[in-house]
C-alpha cells in the first residue's frame, strides 16, 4: 500500500512515471506467479493472489494520483491536457511545447542517450546552478561518486546475481528511457537516488583503514561538491555572477533567511514589508514563469491577472477594482514603465528585479 501511495504521488506530480506504475505492476503480478509456482498453488489461488496484490497497489495509486488526470479528463476532453497524447489531441506535443523550448542549444542534433551524457558531464565544469537547470544538475557528485558506485555494484552483482541486476537497472533504464527529456535533472531526480543505493552497497563493511579512507574520501568529495553547487548557484543577475568563496559559502548555509540571496526570491525581498494578504496584480501575457516567490514562503499573498495596458491610471484603476495592492510589470512594457517613472501618480515603482532580459518592476498604487 505504501508502494502505491508513492506511485500515486509519482504519476500526480509527471505524467511520464506512469511508466513506473506500469513496470511496478507487472513486477508485482510476475512476483505472485513465481511464489505461486514455488508453494505448489494451483492456478486459481495463484492469479486471486496476484490481482489481489496488484488492487492493494494500483488502488492507492489511482486515488493519489488519478485525480489530476481525471479533472483533465472531464474539463479538456485529456487527460493530458494541455498535451496531444495518444488518441487523445491537446495544444501540440510534449516535446514541442516543453522540450523542444528548453532544449540548449548545445544539445541539438544528438541522439538521446548523447544528450543525456552531455548534460551529466557538464556538472564536471559548472557554470551556474539555476531554479531550472537544464543542462547538468545531478551535481558532481553524481558523475564522481554514485554513478561509478552503481556501476562497480552493477558488475558484481551481474556476476553473481544477475537477477538482483536486473531488478535495479531496468526498471530505472525504462524510466529512464520514457523520459521526455532524459538530460534535464528536473524530471530524473530518481537516477541519483538509485546510484547512491548502489554505492552503498559496494562500500567497504569491515572496519579498518580502508573503511576509513573510502569514507573520508566521500566526505571530502561531499563538501567540495556542496560547495561547488552553492557557491554557482547565488547570483544576482543570469549574465553575471561571482563564485562563492568558501567563507561566504558556509555563511550563506547557516543564514536562516538564505532564500533570499537566491534567483528569483532575491528579486522580491521587497514584497515581504507587505501585510499577510496582499493581493499582487500581473499584466496578461507577462505572467512570470516562476511565481512562487509572489506567493510568498507561506503563501500569504493572492495573485491575480489583469489585462495588459500602457496607461498608469487604467492599470491603477483596474487594481483597485481587483483588491490589488501591487503590480509586477516586465521592462518589456517600457511605454508602461517609463510613464510610472515619470509622474509616480497613480502607481509607483517599489522595487525592481535584476538586470536580465526578464526583468521585472514592482509598482503600488498611490
Not at 496531444?84 to 501540440?92: A, I, L, T, W
Request: net charge neutral; aromatic share 6%; hydrophobic share 50%.
Amino acid at each position: 500500500m505504501l508502494a502505491g501511495l508513492a506511485l500515486g504521488l509519482a504519476a500526480g506530480s509527471r505524467p511520464a512515471n506512469l511508466a513506473a506504475v506500469v513496470l511496478f505492476v507487472v513486477a508485482v503480478v510476475a512476483g505472485t506467479i513465481l511464489a505461486g509456482r514455488q508453494g505448489g498453488d494451483g492456478l486459481g489461488r495463484t492469479l486471486a493472489d496476484a490481482g489481489r496484490n496488484v488492487a492493494v497497489v494500483t488502488v492507492p495509486a489511482l486515488l493519489i494520483g488519478g485525480y489530476w488526470y481525471l479533472r483533465n479528463w472531464v474539463e479538456h476532453a485529456n487527460p493530458f491536457a494541455p498535451y496531444s497524447f495518444g488518441p487523445f489531441s491537446g495544444d501540440g506535443t510534449v516535446d514541442a511545447l516543453l522540450v523542444s523550448p528548453n532544449r540548449p542549444e548545445s544539445l541539438d542534433g544528438l541522439g538521446r542517450v548523447a544528450q543525456t551524457l552531455t548534460s551529466w558531464a557538464s556538472d564536471l565544469s559548472p557554470d551556474v546552478y539555476g531554479v531550472d537547470q537544464r543542462l547538468g544538475g545531478l551535481g558532481p557528485v553524481f558523475l564522481l561518486a554514485l554513478l561509478p558506485g552503481l556501476l562497480v555494484f552493477l558488475s558484481r552483482s551481474w556476476r553473481s546475481n544477475r537477477t538482483a541486476a536486473l531488478a535495479v537497472v531496468a526498471p530505472a533504464a525504462v524510466i529512464l528511457a520514457v523520459q521526455p527529456a532524459p538530460w534535464w535533472s528536473r524530471g530524473t531526480l530518481f537516477v541519483p537516488g538509485i546510484a547512491a543505493a548502489g554505492l552503498a552497497a559496494v562500500l567497504p563493511r569491515d572496519p579498518g583503514t580502508t573503511r576509513r579512507l573510502v569514507l573520508g574520501g566521500l566526505g571530502v568529495l561531499l563538501c567540495w561538491g556542496l560547495w561547488v553547487t552553492t557557491a554557482t548557484s547565488i547570483y544576482s543577475d543570469v549574465a553575471t555572477h561571482e563564485r562563492l568563496s568558501v567563507g561566504q559559502t558556509w555563511d550563506l548555509l547557516g543564514d536562516g533567511d538564505r532564500a533570499h540571496a537566491v534567483l528569483p526570491y532575491n528579486g522580491y525581498v521587497v514584497l515581504d514589508r507587505y501585510p499577510s494578504g496582499t493581493r499582487v496584480a500581473l499584466l496578461e501575457g507577462q505572467v512570470p514563469s516562476h511565481r512562487s516567490p509572489l506567493y510568498g514562503r507561506d503563501l500569504q499573498r493572492d495573485l491575480v491577472i489583469l489585462p495588459a495596458t500602457d496607461d498608469p491610471a487604467e492599470l491603477a484603476a483596474a487594481m483597485e477594482v481587483a483588491g490589488a495592492d501591487l503590480a509586477v510589470i516586465s521592462i518589456s512594457k517600457e511605454p508602461l514603465v517609463a510613464a510610472i517613472r515619470a509622474t509616480g501618480d497613480p502607481l509607483r515603482i517599489v522595487g525592481e528585479r535584476g538586470t536580465s532580459p526578464a526583468r521585472t518592476v514592482l509598482v503600488e498604487r498611490v
